[in-house]
Each structure stands twice: as C-alpha cells, then as structure tokens.
C-alpha cells in the first residue's frame, strides 16, 4: 500500500494544494493542466506513485486513476478562491495576484484553502440537490425517459482516444428500457490514452449516432463440473452506430464539464456514452459552437451533422484488369474517402463485400424464404441476401450522409444477369442519385417496412447514398459475358498495371518508394525487388511472347507476407503455376520467361526450390535496365 493510500480522501486533495502552487509560482509563464501535472508528478515520488496507480470500481469493474480526480478537486479550489486563474484564449493556468502573494512557507493549507473552500462546495452541493430534484420532477414525465448506455468495458483495446473523424464505431450499450439514446454525444475516455495529453476521466470527441442495430453477443452461462465445459448463450444487444464528428486537439475534462453545467449539475460519467436532459444539452451544444466555430452551421440541440467524408456522387463502377493490379486497392481508397481509419479488417456496418461464383443465384444476393427456427418451433421468414441488408442500412441512413458501399468481387464469375434479376431496373438512376424507377418486390418491401427503412406505400429504390462496385479479372478462363444493357449502368474503370506510388511520400522516402514493394531471395546470390521483377515480366509477356495485356502482372500479385520464407513460398506456388501454365503455354513465339534449361514445370518448381537461377537472361535484363 502507497503512502496516498494510507491518507484520508480530503488529506489527499490537501497534499496536492502546495506542490501545484510551487510549480505554477516558479514558471516563467502560464502552464496546461497537464504540464501542472507533469511536473508535480516529477518534483514528488509520493505523487508519482500515486499518480501511476490504477484502481478498479468495485460497483463496475472498470478502471479509473485516483489521482486525477484528486487533482481536479484541488485544482478546483485554487481556481474558486480566485488563487488560480484558468487563461480564456488558451485555457492555460496561471497564479492571480491574490495568488503570488501567498507565503508557500508558512501556509496553512487546511485553514487558509481548504476551510474556506467548503463554502463553495456547501453552495455546489445545494445547486446540485436543487438540480437533481429538477430532473427527478421532470422523468417522471412518460416522454421525458433518460437512460445511461454502459460502455464496451469487455473490448480491453477501445477508446475514444483512437477515433478519426469520419471513422464509425458500432457500441453495444446496456439500458433499463427501450428509450431513444439521442442523436449525438460526447467520447468519454474512463481511461488514458497513449500520450501524456491524452489523460483520463476526459471527453476527446463528438460523435453522431446515425443508426441503431441488434448485434449478436455470446455470453458464459455457467460451467457444468461434470462435464467441465462451458456453455454459452446467444442473445441479441442493443447497439448504437457512432460516427466520429470532431476530435478535440486537448481533452476536456470533467472538471470543465462540470464548470460548464454550473448551476444545472454534474454529468455522472460512468460508462462513457450516456444521455442527458435537454436542458444541459443546450448548454453543452453552446459551448461545442463556441470551442468548434465550423460546426455552428450543423449543429444544434439535438443532432449534428457531418458534411466532409462523404462521396459527392453515387458511385456505380466496374474496375477491371489483370490479376493483381490493385483492384481491392483502389477500393479501400474510395471507402477512405467516407471511413479514413478504415481497414480491410474493420467491421464496419456500412461495408459490404461478396464475392460472386458460378453457382451464386438471386436468392443469395437478394434473399430468400427459409425455415428459421425460434424457441423450437420452426416458421418460414424472409432471410435477407446481402443486396437487401446493403439496401436497408442506406435507407435508414440517406438523411444522414452515410456511404454504404456493396463490393462485388469477380463480377464475371456468375451470371449477372439472372442474379440482379428485377434489381436491374433500379440501377439507373437519376441527377439526384436515386433509382429513376421503382420496383414492387414482396419480400424486399415487408422486410424494408419491418426494419424501419421505407414507409407503407413506397416503392423500393436505391437511395443516392449506396453504391454499388464491383471488380472483373480480365484474364480469367471460362467467364460469362456481362451483356451491353449491364455494362451501360455502371461506369467501368481500366485498372493498368503500372506500380502504385507511396502517397504520401514518406519525409525521408525516395520519389519511387511503392505500395507493395518487398525484397524476395531467387538464389543464395540473387534477390529481386518485386515491383521491378514484375515490370520486367510483363514486359517479356507484351514484346517477346506476344501476348495481351490481361495476362499481365499488377502490383498486388503477390502481397508482402513480411517474411522472407513465406515470400519464397507464394512465388513458388502462386507465381510460377501462373507463368507456365497460363502464360508461357499459351505464346507461341518460342521466347521464354525462364533458363533454356528449364524443359518442365517440376523442373522450373524444384531448380527454384532448390535455389538455383530459373529466370531468363531476358528477363533479367530487362530488370537490370529498370
């Protein structure tokens, strides 16, 4: 057990009083709260240690640094007794007249600070009392319903400090009714962030909440002794999707929360995302317009919306090429423009991707009737395909300036036609974005209506704010053609095989640094940098095989494993396979993209694996050149 801990609550709050007025006295200028903190925490063991204990919420298990509630008490009663003075333009700390004329030598902490400080308190608690009988008064009102969703305690790696704007968030919370949360909030940080500046028990950004979902959650029931396993339920969570508005440069905390509700009460912030009454949301939307002057014009009591990151047109596009060239690449890019944070590996709700095959039917895509089974008792329901769940999350979202994207990989693969089926009629679409003409389709239509997404009696489009992309290998064998009436509802793209620049350029980076480009040991004497290797390739394949441009290589091939092993291993089992069997078979030139000794594929497979030279002195000088 530290030292603090053997203290008294309010001798706690007393020991901070004299080192935050020795370090703001000794400064040469106004200091942040945090840089109070810093060198406080520097100047005291005791107060480091305290400092760097975390302690855990018996009531909610989560964690929650001590000492930063301290600090704040006993910043705050500097700043009440006019011996702190908090800076408007810049929110810096710096000592009142009243201040600099204090003896730290000889002061009396608990008479001459503390003691007279609970004057105020007195006078705050009463307020508080006041407010809280308000609000008592007002829920009890059956339109007035408050409720405080709880935070995704379970996910350890969460935090608001990790947000980008534009980025979406879906957050299961827990309520004590079915209550509306809102339509906007604060990120609450329960706990510090990676830095300094990001410190706990602050608010680091604004968010929109721009939907509402069920979510599967699996949850441990109990454990059988016996059988020693445990069992597990599947039950349906309310979650609320979140969008990142604004990021705050310096958290605010709760202490200047509190300053802001003076005389309407405090916030209780317990789990991170919470509902409040209306009345501190005005006064909280006051102070955003007056912190964020570019979000006055979308803001108000309510709701705010988000402008930037969004696309200015509905997309509808084919991108098409050789295998690898960066296709999916090109993808994330354009889902960037909405999700910046976003990765391949995110769940967001508003991404949907498939992959489409030659048994893959309308049923897939659009949905089907299947037997659904519920409390063991078995019903037939409408089970949407991914086009139908795609379609519902656009609706419900248009006012908001959501981007919904459906990714179609390998569009050539199926039969388009037959798996769009009455779907095609809603991919025109007019000036506005939307389908110029409806359809009536039962299934769609009921689910639509269930979920909240069009009212009866309106036709099913597809709203400006979905888009729809999907991608053709050109060089695949034994694909269906898209027929001309297709292609001319979608914009197609030609995705080249030229390498793709690293954008930005790192600050110590070269012009020619590449996405995707990594070293791969052929020999014990000769390593290939790929994006060069593949120029050289594709440039036998055009000039000295004869062949199209769809057999080809893109940048994206073969992907970096990071692992010098696991990169011989894809050119031996990817790379290799593709150049005998779908390149060199096919050229009739009698030019080769490997040693003249080379006469088989087992040959070509096993001299590679055995480290030994298999290239062409075409292509290796093709590659010296590049």
Known sequence: MGYFDKLPAEEQVSYLIKPILEVLSQASTSLKTSEIRSLIIQADTKIAEFANTEYTSKRTRNTYNKFTIKFGLALKELIVLDIVERQIEDKTLVLTPKGRSLNLELLDVQKEIREKAQ??????????KKQQSKEDDMNKEASRRICRAISNSEVSDFSWYKMKVGDIVTYKYESVDDSYIGEFGLGYNVNGGETEEQISSAVS???????YTDVLDVSEKDTSKKRNASKQSIILKKAAVLRCVHVFN????????DDWLDGSGQINLQGGFICITDEKANIITKKIKELIPQLSNDIDDKNIILSEYKQEKPLQVMYYGAPGTGKSYRIGSLIKESYPGYTEYDDNPYVFRTTIYRDYSYFDFVGNIMPVTKEGKVSYEFVPGIFTTALCAALRTQDRNIDVYLILEEMSRGDI??????IFQLLDRDDTGKSMYGINNKSIYEYLILNGAIKAGHKIIIPSNLHIIGTVNTSDQ??????????????FKYIGVDPITVDPIPVDGKDDEYVNNFDIKFTNSDTYEWVKLYQAINHIIINDLGLAEDKQLGPFF??????????REQVADKLLHYLWQDVERVSYTGASLFDDSIKSFGQLYSTFNNKKNILSESVKQVYGNL
């Open 250 to 257: 310096e958290p605010i905390s709760k202490a200047c929360l």
């Open 119 to 128: 004057l105020y308190w007195k006078e705050h608690r009463n307020k508080s």
């Open 205 to 211: 950004c604004i968010f929109q909440v721009v939907d």
């Open 558 to 567: 073969l992907k970096d494993k990071d692992d010098d092993d696991a990169n």
């Open 478 to 491: 034994n694909v269906n053609v898209i027929d001309t009436a297709f292609k001319r509802r979608f914009d």
């Open 417 to 422: 036609a037959s798996i769009f089926g009455d």
